[in-house]
């Protein structure tokens, strides 16, 4: 059948046309990219690394924290100059600003002409046609069913060794400082079936370690066509897809985090030993305000299942301090459970009021800038410390390492991660991207390990 000669015309005028994805925020947000990346050149973009090179720039925005918008809309006023140059040089913001500010974004200094919200993407070409006859241009619909499962991403990320995979979508969670839920919509999970033919796939072309993405992975459920599975089911499906194929997960959530789920993780190989289970607060009262669903005392006997059915796994956490009402007695008791944990690494975070969330609406965020900001360098101070004392238990060992690349610091070394998600520098010898390689560590510091291949 011949095409339609306006189809024809259209995919001509889209073939000169260069994208910029920029991308802020999560994981999640850089596999979002990954989708409008696939949506985009499936139209007839081309995508460029180079912004001076794209006749249209998006930016893939997070909400989180204040400073995190921030960071967007000053990098929106480097764009402006050029669009006033050039008024044919387009600029769109995607993501969880765009979802929560949505047409407001347009008026923003009137440097934005298109603004599409995370379930979205799909409509992106005809959006971006919009724009083309001179209207602005908006969907910020949230779905309930959207997962972008039949749509293959065109990985950004050049190492061709790890890729991210979203096992499902939003988050039913109402934490109370957190944003997510309005700026992401309704949890919902993605067909099973469709996430073990994504990783199968990446493992023929080459990718040796998947990270499989999610708000809350432990609340994954499928009920449908006769399958009914869950997270921990799911991860032994992925883990089943090779052996050479290293499966981690993100986010793991400390109410719902189940034994089975680290059954799972001990029986296979290579599924790695590293769980992220953001813990925000040591006192059971500030967890409580914060609507997250369990106590000081739940949390401590997750991590002691944990230890107990993987003595050696790895475990890192996030903190926000300076939460509404967070005492000095409260912030102690964070400290106190950091001392007993030892993480192997954090994400620590300054509590930043969010407009719609249960905090903003019902609690005072009544700890002075400063005060947060002390509770913050301490908290960093000793995790800094406990990431010290797990790398030097590293020395003499030999572990192996999945080689992602060449070193940021020299060409004649490459790096890779450890099952324990540990940045491991070391000189390249035969090593290739890709390859496992066993790795003695000689040195370290509170970032990263050093050895050499043996
Ligand atoms: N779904 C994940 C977290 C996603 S957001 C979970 O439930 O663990 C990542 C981290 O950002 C959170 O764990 C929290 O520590 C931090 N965060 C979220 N909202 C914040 C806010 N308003 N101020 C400061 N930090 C925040
Ligand atoms: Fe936010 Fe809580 Fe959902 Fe995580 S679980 S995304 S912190 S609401
Ligand atoms: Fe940010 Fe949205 Fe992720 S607010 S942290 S990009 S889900």
Redesign the pocket.
Known sequence: MKPKEETLVQTASNLSKKVYIETYGCQMNFSDSEIVASVLTTNGYQLTNQSDDADLVLINTCSIRDNAERKVLNRLNDFKRRKKKEPSFKVGVLGCMAERMKADLLDEKKMVDIVVGPDAYRDLPDLLEEIDRGRKAVNVLLSREETYDDIEPVRLDQSGVTAFISIMRG?D???AF?V??FTRGRERSRDPQTIVSEASELVTKGYREVTLLG??VDSYHWSEGGLDVNFAQLLELVAQVSPLLRIRFS?S?PKDMTDDVLVVMSKYQNICEYIHL?VQSGNSAVLERMNRGYSREWYLERIASIKSIMPNCAISTDIITGFCGETQKEHQDTIELMDLIEYDFAYMFKYSERPRTLAERRMEDDVPDEEKNRRLQEIIRLQNHHSQKKHSKYLGRTLEVLVEGTSKRSEEENFGRTTYNTVVVFPKGESRPGDYVQVMITDFTSATLKGKIV
């Open positions: 988050c969670n109402m934490c957190c997510v839920p708000q809350n986010t959530h953001p």
